[in-house]
C-alpha cells in the first residue's frame, strides 16, 4: 500500500460503521408481528371450555382464561408482544385446565351415579334371594 490509500482508509471506515449501528438500531427497533396464532389458540380454548360448560364446573379457571386474553389483548394495543405472547399462551392453559376439570367433574357425577345404581341393584338381588330361601 502506498502512502495516500493508507490515508484514505481511516476516513472511510466511519461510514460503513455508522450504516451498520444504524441498521441494528433500526432492527431493534421494530416491533413483531402480533401473537395472532398464540391469541386464536387461547379464544378456540375458551370456546371449547364454554362448550362443555366450563361456566358451571370451573368458573375460576375459565375466568382466569378470559382475564389473561383480555391482558394479551391490551399487550397487543400497547404493542408488547413478547408479554400478549405470553397472556395468550397463559389463556389458553386456564381455558384447557377449565374443559379438564368440567371433564373429571362429570366423569366423577357419571362413576357416584354408578355406584348408587350398583348398590341399589345389590340391594335388590339380595332381598329376591332371600325370598326364595
Known sequence: ???????????RLPL?????TCF????CATVPPAPTANLQAAQ????????VEAGRYA?????EARTRLASADAAVSAKQMGLAAQYA???RAAAELASAKTSASKANTVNDEMKRSTGTLLEEMKRS????K
Request: aromatic share 0%; charged share 20%; proline share 5%.
Open 44 to 51: 378456540q380454548a375458551i370456546a371449547n371450555a364454554e362448550r
Open 59 to 63: 368458573a375460576g379457571e375459565l375466568g
Open 16 to 20: 460503513p460503521t455508522s450504516l451498520l
Open 1 to 11: 500500500m502506498n502512502r495516500s490509500t493508507r490515508n484514505l482508509l481511516p476516513a
Open 89 to 91: 399462551d397463559e389463556s
Open 129 to 132: 334371594s332371600g325370598d326364595q
Open 24 to 27: 441494528i438500531v433500526g432492527a
